[in-house]
């Protein structure tokens, strides 16, 4: 079994909320779609993203690629990098 290193779990992240736009869409090619749901599976943090953008959208009625919360977008890579952090057993 293949253990995920933190910088490619933030990768995978990123990609993830990068695709997020078109899965809400139904834009994804199924092996593409699959992917976002196995992260969102794994990832409770970027399932907290994903019903943000629901709720851009249904305030907006459509999701402009100007409109993604940027900062939400670094805030939630800021709790991966704590989470690490801790997993780390730093003492400080
Ligand atoms: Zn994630």
């Not at 409770?44 to 940027?70: F, K, N, S, W």
Request: negative net charge.
């Amino acid at each position: 079994m293949k253990v995920l290193k933190w910088w490619s779990r933030e990768l995978a992240c990123r990609e993830a909320v990068a695709l997020f736009s078109d899965y809400i869409e139904g834009a994804l090619p199924p092996r593409r779609k699959a992917a976002v749901e196995r992260h969102l599976q794994a990832c409770a943090d970027c399932g907290r993203y994903l019903d943000q953008m629901r709720a851009t959208i249904r305030v907006l009625g459509h999701l402009e690629p100007d409109d993604v919360p940027a900062p939400a977008m670094d805030e939630l890579l800021e709790v991966f990098r704590r989470f690490h952090a801790e997993e780390e057993g730093g003492s400080g």
